[in-house]
């Protein structure tokens, strides 16, 4: 599953693109705590002559491990994530780049934004250290168990 965007072949302007991201693109990162995932990647693409903006909307739910009863739990994501591509061989001073914005920079060469990687970071980071269900909502049964291997 590849997050990829052709951008040598793009036309001036804005473009839109989709992705859907499921449990396989976690696991060709390694997995992680992700155990599944349903996701859509909305990207709209503003390219100029030397910088291109990149607005990313990832929206959807992650499954990892409950921390508490290991049953499934559900994590809804909703994120945002602008940021900008440079190429190598245009000075940032040269245009105007809105600047407190990720930048990803792409030597003069590369005509491909590979967003995998930018997508997995935004997506993990997005997960919470403590990974619990809400009080009272962990698994009965999976909590039965635990206390019995426990005991
Ligand atoms: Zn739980």
């Given amino acids: 599953m590849n ?12 473009h839109s693109q989709e992705f859907k991201i499921g449990k396989e693109f976690f ?7 992700v155990i ?4 859509d990647v909305n990207v709209d693409v503003t390219k100029s002559s030397g910088w291109i903006k990149v607005d990313c909307n990832i ?3 992650v499954v990892v491990e409950c921390d508490r009863c290991l049953a499934e739990l559900r994590l809804p994501v909703d ?3 602008p940021f900008t591509v ?3 061989s245009v ?3 040269d245009e105007d780049v809105e600047y407190g914005d990720d930048v990803i920079v792409l030597g003069p060469s590369e005509g491909e934004l590979d967003m995998s990687q ?8 997005n997960i919470p250290l403590k990974k619990v269900h809400a009080e009272g909502e962990c698994d009965p049964v999976m909590l039965e168990k635990m206390k019995e291997i426990l005991r």
């Fill in 91 to 93: 000075s940032m001073e």
């Fill in 36 to 39: 599944d995932a349903i996701l």
């Fill in 27 to 33: 696991e060709s990162f390694g997995g992680g705590d």
């Fill in 118 to 125: 930018t997508i997995y970071d935004y997506v993990m980071t």
């Fill in 59 to 61: 929206t959807g739910e």
């Fill in 3 to 14: 997050c990829v965007i052709d951008i040598k072949s793009l036309a001036l302007g804005t």
């Fill in 86 to 88: 440079k190429f190598s």
């Fill in 79 to 81: 994120i945002s994530a």
